[in-house]
Each structure stands twice: as structure tokens, then as C-alpha cells.
């Protein structure tokens, strides 16, 4: 576990807090189990789903034409975001083979493939040029990565100067029993193995300071708030060196 020391300032008196914060599990990168992918493309995430498109379309609805969703999925978000701004192109991209499979059925039976482009592919070795997009999405992708430098990394160099960066994922709860009792609030109907899936990203995901401080380390300028119970959204425009 990790200890955070909060300092209270009352009456010139320094009062001193330790809060004890659960330490991050990372969970496997990519989901290349068949049966998972199936469970976790079943699951009902759309609530949060459309939350995430509703965000992107009020803020920068007018600035997108061509973007690139990393870690898609099996493509419920570029799905909505394509029938909420029919002039947008979407490159979505996920390095789980099974999940891109049905991701692309599921593209064709929405009738958007003029729309939509699903790509077998992972950062940081993504085949794009530098500055190819106006906007960088991700929902629920950072909490998968060992490493997360890379994705700051990454969606900097492909991303257009002044382009956006729009980033949902969940928030490491307090503890083990947090994550569980979430768990059952949430997904209590759910295939056991999509709510082990779910508990487990739970572990692995950030807290909002660690995101902070992963953004400070990519020197971005970009804000981070909770936008719901369990996920964060970290968003702005993109200035950096790749853009020049």
C-alpha cells in the first residue's frame, strides 16, 4: 500500500492525516482469450459509453473530422461517436485480435464502414505518421498498460498541433472491498467472467493524482476531473514537440 501524507492548516495549527491508498495491480495488457473478449463485448457499458460521446460531441464536436480511437475495443464507442457526428472518420485501433474481430462485425451490422476503420494494431508501434490526427480518444484502455508513459508518448507524436486528447478511464478505488462492492453494484447480472475482468481492471487502474502526475511527467497541458463514480476524463488540446 501506499501512504499519503495530507497536512490540514487550521488556525496556523499543522494537523497531519496519513491516508492509506490501495497499490495499483496491474492485470494482462492485452485480451487475447476468446471467451473474454465475447463477455466483455456482451457486457452493458453504455451508459458510461455514451457519457464519454455526449463529453467529446458538447467540447470538441466541431473540431473532429479525423481521429483514431486506441484501444477501441469492440467498438461501441466509435459506433455512438459516428452516428452522433456523421462527418467524422474514425481509425479504430485494439491489439486483441479476437476483440477486433468483432469489433469489424459489429461495425459492418451499423452500416458505418464508410465511417469507421478497425485496425489489428498497439502502441507504441502504431503505423501512423506524426501529426495525422485532430483528436487522440481512449476509454478504458490506460488502466491495461504496464506502462502508461507510452500512451501520453504516443498519442503526442500522431497527434495535429492544437489537436485534442480525450481520455476516460476508471478510478482505482480505496481497497480491495471497494473494488469488489463496486463490482456488485455495478455487474451483478454480468458473466462471471466479464465481473472478474471488471475487478481486476479495477485494481489495475490509476488514481487521479497518478494520472496528474503521468501528465506532468509528458509535459501536456491538459486537465483531469471525475466525471462519474468510477472514471476520470482527462482532456485538452495537444501542444508538444512532434507537432512542429
Known amino acids: 500500500m501506499t501512504i499519503c501524507i495530507i497536512v ?4 496556523g495549527r499543522s494537523f497531519f492525516l496519513k491516508e492509506v491508498v490501495m497499490k495499483r495491480i496491474p492485470e494482462p495488457e492485452i485480451m487475447e482469450d476468446e471467451n473474454q473478449a465475447i463477455a466483455y463485448a456482451q457486457a452493458d457499458f453504455s451508459d458510461s459509453n455514451q457519457l464519454y460521446v455526449d463529453l467529446l460531441k458538447q467540447e ?3 473540431r473532429l473530422t479525423y481521429v ?6 469492440p467498438a461501441d464507442v466509435p459506433i455512438r461517436l459516428a452516428k452522433a457526428l456523421p462527418g467524422i472518420h474514425i481509425i479504430a485501433v485494439d491489439a486483441s485480435y479476437p476483440m477486433v474481430q468483432i469489433a469489424r462485425k459489429a461495425v459492418v451490422a451499423h452500416n458505418l464502414s464508410s465511417q469507421i476503420e478497425i485496425i489489428h494494431d498497439r502502441i507504441p508501434e ?33 497527434c495535429k498541433n492544437d489537436g485534442i486528447l480525450f481520455v476516460m478511464d476508471l478510478i482505482r478505488p480505496g481497497s480491495k472491498e471497494a473494488a469488489r462492492s463496486m463490482v456488485d453494484s455495478v455487474s451483478g447480472d454480468e458473466d ?11 485494481l489495475s487502474s490509476f488514481s487521479i493524482q497518478e494520472v496528474k502526475e503521468q501528465i506532468k511527467k509528458s509535459h501536456l ?5 471525475t466525471v462519474s463514480s468510477r472514471h476520470y476524463l482527462a482532456k485538452g488540446h495537444l501542444f508538444n514537440e512532434f507537432s512542429y
Open 221 to 225: 497541458q491538459i486537465d483531469v476531473k
Open 60 to 62: 470538441y464536436g466541431n
Open 126 to 158: 502504431l503505423d501512423f505518421d506524426s501529426n495525422s490526427f485532430d483528436g487522440i480518444l481512449s476509454k478504458d484502455l490506460l488502466h491495461h498498460l504496464p506502462d502508461p508513459d507510452i500512451f501520453w508518448t504516443e498519442a503526442s507524436r500522431i
Open 192 to 202: 462471471p467472467l466479464l465481473k472478474t475482468d471488471f475487478y481486476n481492471s479495477l
Open 68 to 73: 483514431i480511437d486506441i484501444g477501441c475495443g
Open 8 to 11: 490540514f492548516i487550521i488556525q
